[in-house]
């Protein structure tokens, strides 16, 4: 294979709190036509900055201080801008963590996606549709011919990283940049979109640098797996060596983390219903529901996991919980009180009680205002805090997120992704709620981190009796913490009972089909997964009438 891309002793700089500081530190970095090169390591090891530099880009408040980035024998630090106009989304393209905050939201899905082969004169807008088309078919999509035709807040947000890696595939690009491109998705998804992935890159003889914190998904596509952290170089090699050898401490510390060798949580004894929702339908606009006559129970001091593939319905759930979409059918009690359905019809007291880390921290934050702002926000609102009260409280939450105290003086754009989720969590502590429904909140942490806070929300339900609605695809997250499991299909609950009812065999079939979906640490996993019962059932459709009907 001839070499694509060599970056050398790249050091890169970021301005934070009114200076100047390392990223990267001289990491050298190669990838072959052909090949996967998988980046892992902890939030703020450098790998989204050395994925996107390899364009010759920084993120604001970011240089490239020096080393040499040549790409197909170009030298890119001195590249002039029509040579980089013919370069980036063309041959080199981005797949983005978070799609959400990526696509235009005054523009439609399908328009956005022909927008490059057009402009570039790749191809005509008929062959850029019929090409879109295509692939929102083989990533499995719904109603491919016409779900382009959406605004991107009219998909879920699985729907939407998929759409946006198709996007990335249009001009057929030689290397393509995938920044954690599976965190959004649920596990039967992310089997279907890795599985893609290989084939697209297979096809179209692409490179591919694979961004992620998860080990066990990176080694289903990788062919050789660098470790970074702190923005250097710990450890690399082929994926299979790394794997059943890792050298460093540090490698051999995330292999534990993701084998599952956590302890197993002890929960508050029972206390009495908190949550009711009593046969919940719900729709949006176009008054298809997308909730049926959903009933779940949350306990005081306990934790209900919600777990299904995108599109089951486990966010709308949430939305209907805190009132941001009023249910056609059912009520929401809360503590022996019903609610009132809307948001705007509750008071201070109501809406302090039951807040929401949402799933996506680039659209939760305000990118104007500093993390102080953000914490002292809802301290004001709710408790009236001003000076030095409110700062020490925004002190006290630091503290409790494990995040230096200094970072307050940084906006959202100077934290990595799983800071940002970790200053989510610490805006909905702020207002000392009952209940937390947390959608998602691990998904952009790194396996030691997630660890962590799933550590850090224990301790705090059991010392002041909090209830959590865990929203969440990681069913290693859902062993670890959940006390009951609620497993949704098309809106519909087709399973529910505590963790050891759920997770002990006989399963329900699509439970069998989820506990099946998770990846292991095994190159060959993937491809022998698709070789199976589940891979055939994969292949027909997780998400079929047939699965519901088996319940019913």
Request: charged fraction near 25%; charge should be negative; include cysteine.
């Amino acid at each position: 294979m001839s070499r694509l891309l060599t970056m050398k002793n790249l050091v890169i700089e970021g301005f934070q709190e009114e200076q100047w500081g390392d990223i990267v530190l001289g990491v050298d970095v190669h990838v072959d036509r052909g090949e996967v090169l998988g980046l892992i390591g902890e939030s703020g090891a450098g790998k989204s900055t050395i994925g996107i530099a390899s364009m010759a880009y920084c993120r604001d408040g970011c240089r490239i201080v020096s080393g040499s980035i040549k790409f197909d024998d170009l030298e890119l630090t001195t590249a002039t801008d029509d040579q980089m106009r013919s370069i980036r989304g063309v041959r080199i393209s981005y797949v983005a963590q978070s799609a959400a905050a990526s696509f235009n939201p005054a523009h439609h899905i399908i328009d956005q996606y022909v927008e490059a082969p057009v402009k570039h004169g790749i191809m005509s807008r008929a062959e850029a549709e019929k090409g879109a088309r295509d692939l929102y078919s083989r990533f499995d999509l719904p109603d491919p011919d016409n779900i382009g035709d959406r605004y991107p807040h009219q998909v879920s947000g699985g729907q939407l990283q998929r759409a946006m890696v198709a996007m990335a595939m249009a001009c057929k690009p030689d290397l393509i940049i995938f920044d954690e491109p599976t965190t959004a998705l649920d596990v039967t998804t992310q089997i279907e979109v890795l599985a893609t992935i290989k084939d697209a890159i297979r096809e179209l003889n692409s490179a591919a640098i694979y961004i992620t914190h998860d080990l066990a998904v990176v080694s289903q596509v990788a062919d050789r797996i660098m470790v970074l952290r702190h923005g250097q170089l710990v450890e690399e090699g082929g994926t299979r060596e790394m794997l059943a050898n890792p050298k460093q401490d540090y490698t051999r510390a995330l292999l534990s983390v993701r084998k599952g060798q956590t302890e197993k949580i002890k929960h508050a004894e029972e206390g009495k219903p908190l949550l009711k929702v009593n046969d919940v339908t719900a729709a949006y606009a176009n008054r298809v529901p997308v909730l049926q006559d959903v009933n779940v129970t949350v306990t005081r001091g306990k934790t209900i996991a919600v777990v299904g593939e995108s599109g089951s319905g486990k966010s709308t759930l949430a939305r209907v919980i805190t009132g941001l979409l009023p249910p056609i059918t059912g009520t929401i009690e809360f503590d022996g009180q019903e609610l009132p359905a809307k948001f705007s019809d509750r008071d201070r007291e109501m809406l302090r009680r039951v807040q929401m880390i949402i799933q996506m921290p680039d659209v939760a934050l305000n990118p104007r205002q500093k993390i102080k702002q953000v914490l002292g926000r809802p301290l004001e609102f709710y408790f009236g805090m001003r000076g030095e009260e409110k700062r020490q409280r925004v002190s006290q939450l630091m503290e409790q997120i494990e995040l230096p105290e200094r970072y307050v003086n940084r906006f959202p754009s100077e934290l990595s992704g799983g800071e940002k989720q970790r200053v989510c969590i610490a805006k909905a502590l702020a207002a000392e709620p009952n209940l937390i429904i947390c959608d998602e909140v691990t998904s952009a942490l790194d396996q030691l981190v997630a660890e962590d806070i799933l550590k850090l929300l224990q301790r705090l339900q059991n010392e002041l009796s909090m209830s959590y609605l865990f929203i969440t695809h990681d069913l290693a997250t859902v062993k670890a913490i959940s006390d009951e499991i609620v497993v949704m299909l098309q809106g519909r609950v087709v399973e529910y009972g505590t963790r050891d009812e759920v997770l002990a065999p006989p399963h329900h079939e699509y439970t069998e089909l989820l506990l099946a979906s998770v990846p292991e640490m095994d190159p060959d996993w993937l491809d022998n997964l698709l070789k199976t019962r589940v891979g055939a059932l994969l292949r027909e459709g997780p998400a079929s009438e047939h699965a519901v009907k088996n319940k019913q």
